[in-house]
């Protein structure tokens, strides 16, 4: 519980998105919403919900703490990973 909360609070929350049809896949920062760690702790184990883990190699590789049941979405290859996600799901992208 304590890697995963530690992680839950420190993990860059990029997205929560309800389709890939409004996914702005060139969106600044600022623009796109984010949730806290509260609420996706909340919402693990959810039917519907889809995480990505959209850390760079190295950092992916090296981390012991992973959110359970995430998916991989490589860096810079947003567009093969995007297409392949559900278009009902709700998707949380994260990166620490």
């Given amino acids: 519980m304590g890697n995963r909360l530690i992680l839950l609070l420190c993990a860059s929350v990029l997205a929560v998105?309800?389709?890939f049809a409004v996914?702005?896949?060139?969106?600044g920062a600022?623009?796109?919403?984010?949730?806290?760690?509260d609420y996706l702790?909340?919402?693990l184990?959810?039917?519907?919900?889809v995480i990505v883990d959209s850390r760079s190699g190295s950092d992916w590789r090296g981390s012991s703490s992973k959110i359970k049941?995430?998916?991989r979405g490589k860096p810079g290859k947003e567009q093969e990973?995007?297409?392949e996600l559900p278009?009902?799901?709700?998707?949380?992208i994260y990166c620490a």
Avoid at 30 to 37: I, T
Avoid at 45 to 49: A, F, T
């Fill in 41 to 43: 702790e909340r919402k």
């Fill in 23 to 27: 996914f702005p896949l060139v969106a």
């Fill in 81 to 83: 990973w995007a297409s």
């Fill in 87 to 92: 278009k009902d799901a709700e998707i949380i």
């Fill in 30 to 37: 600022e623009d796109v919403p984010r949730v806290s760690g």
């Fill in 69 to 71: 049941g995430a998916i």
């Fill in 45 to 49: 184990g959810s039917e519907g919900l």
């Fill in 17 to 19: 998105l309800a389709s």
